[in-house]
């Protein structure tokens, strides 16, 4: 297991150099110059604009601009500043991610919880009432687009019911964030009981299955243990990769509901061409998504007693 995990770190260091590069050739090389944007409308003097870029670094060659950002991460955990106000990186960061963070831990908690429940329920009656219902519910999830569901949502519970605040304010409640937390979540919610239905539908059949039954064992433990553990092997990959993408936030969702989160730095970003903030951003959102890959790889022993990693 130490060799595995020692060798899955070293092969980490390649893809997280190759995808940060990637982002960071992407980001500048978008039109526009976002030292001229500072001026707004008016006309910037031309060496001006050349000062201000010789001193953030911008008039370098890419690949040692590029250098010079991972050696300042690297060694000094510098991310830089904002082009637009001076601001550090880090704080900007430190900022926007436990909004995030909070709202995927909700997010991720409710696709959990409900996802696997809805798809166990089917699964285990395939065929019937309520696999149909889940399976209706679970499409007609799919088929409505995020924003169209994050309005109905607004409207109806805020507008109309009352029952919840119609944005999240400053202070960033846990009960404000359980709106955004449903809408962020719901996509991925019915992934999760469609994967889980068909995966516990296909083990039904299994030969360790009818092992099972013809052994005499409790219908809680063949559920629970021999069930259950090998159909969550799928459903664990998907979640795994989910996390990444809640921590991304959402651009849509956190407009909707005025969540100052990674989204909206996100689309400030784009919009500034704050290179160094969203190079920054993508940055910590690769080393998620490589931690929690890892993570899911070893948990694939834990599930299924088969699989070692010599």
Same mark, same amino acid.
């Given at each position: 297991?130490?060799?595995?995990? *020692?060798?899955?770190?070293?092969?980490?260091?390649?893809?997280?150099?190759?995808?940060?590069?990637?982002?960071?050739?992407?980001? +500048?090389?978008?039109?526009?110059? /976002?030292?001229?944007?500072?001026?707004?409308?008016?006309?910037?003097?031309?060496?001006?604009?050349?000062?201000?870029?010789?001193?953030?670094?911008? $008039?370098?060659?890419?690949?040692?601009?590029?250098?010079?950002?991972?050696?300042?991460?690297?060694?000094?955990?510098?991310?830089?500043?904002?082009?637009?106000?001076?601001? /550090?990186?880090? #704080?900007?960061?430190?900022?926007?991610?436990?909004?995030?963070?909070?709202?995927?831990?909700?997010?991720? @908690?409710?696709?959990?919880?409900?996802?696997?429940?809805?798809?166990?329920?089917?699964?285990?009656?395939?065929?019937?009432?309520?696999?149909?219902?889940?399976?209706?519910?679970?499409?007609?999830?799919?088929?409505?687009? *995020?924003?169209?569901?994050?309005?109905?949502?607004?409207?109806?519970?805020?507008?109309?019911?009352?029952?919840?605040? /119609?944005?999240?304010?400053? $202070?960033?409640?846990?009960?404000?964030?359980?709106?955004?937390?449903?809408?962020?979540?719901?996509?991925?919610?019915? +992934?999760?009981?469609?994967?889980?239905?068909?995966?516990? @539908? #296909?083990?039904?059949?299994?030969?360790?299955?009818? &092992?099972?039954?013809?052994?005499?064992? /409790?219908?809680?433990?063949?559920?629970? *243990?021999?069930?259950?553990?090998?159909?969550?092997?799928?459903?664990? &990959?998907?979640?795994?990769?989910?996390?990444?993408?809640?921590?991304?936030? @959402?651009?849509?969702? #956190?407009?909707?509901?005025? *969540?100052?989160?990674?989204?909206?730095?996100?689309? #400030?970003?784009?919009?500034?061409?704050?290179?160094?903030?969203?190079?920054?951003?993508?940055?910590?959102?690769?080393?998620?998504?490589?931690?929690?890959?890892?993570?899911?790889?070893?948990?694939?022993?834990?599930?299924?007693?088969?699989?070692?990693?010599?």
């Amino acid at each position: 297991m130490g060799r595995y995990v *020692v060798r899955r770190l070293l092969q980490m260091i390649p893809v997280f150099i190759g995808t940060t590069l990637l982002i960071f050739l992407m980001v +500048y090389s978008l039109p526009g110059d /976002p030292v001229a944007g500072l001026f707004g409308d008016k006309a910037a003097n031309p060496a001006t604009v050349a000062k201000i870029r010789h001193e953030l670094g911008l $008039d370098q060659p890419i690949l040692q601009q590029y250098a010079n950002y991972m050696w300042n991460i690297i060694a000094h955990f510098d991310f830089g500043n904002q082009i637009r106000n001076g601001r /550090p990186v880090t #704080e900007v960061l430190g900022d926007a991610f436990p909004v995030t963070l909070q709202l995927a831990a909700l997010a991720f @908690a409710f696709e959990l919880i409900f996802g696997i429940t809805l798809g166990v329920v089917a699964g285990l009656r395939a065929g019937r009432m309520a696999d149909n219902a889940v399976l209706i519910f679970t499409l007609l999830i799919i088929s409505v687009p *995020v924003f169209v569901l994050a309005f109905i949502i607004k409207m109806v519970f805020a507008f109309e019911l009352g029952w919840i605040a /119609p944005n999240v304010s400053n $202070d960033q409640l846990l009960s404000e964030m359980i709106a955004p937390a449903i809408v962020l979540g719901g996509l991925s919610l019915a +992934y999760v009981a469609r994967l889980t239905r068909t995966s516990m @539908a #296909e083990n039904l059949r299994a030969d360790y299955m009818r &092992t099972a039954v013809a052994k005499g064992l /409790p219908k809680r433990r063949i559920i629970g *243990v021999h069930l259950m553990r090998n159909s969550m092997i799928p459903v664990v &990959t998907f979640l795994g990769t989910d996390i990444g993408a809640l921590m991304g936030g @959402a651009v849509v969702t #956190e407009g909707i509901f005025n *969540v100052k989160g990674v989204g909206g730095l996100i689309y #400030e970003s784009i919009i500034r061409r704050e290179g160094t903030t969203l190079v920054g951003l993508v940055t910590i959102l690769v080393l998620v998504y490589l931690a929690t890959s890892l993570i899911i790889d070893l948990l694939y022993a834990v599930l299924d007693p088969r699989i070692r990693y010599a």
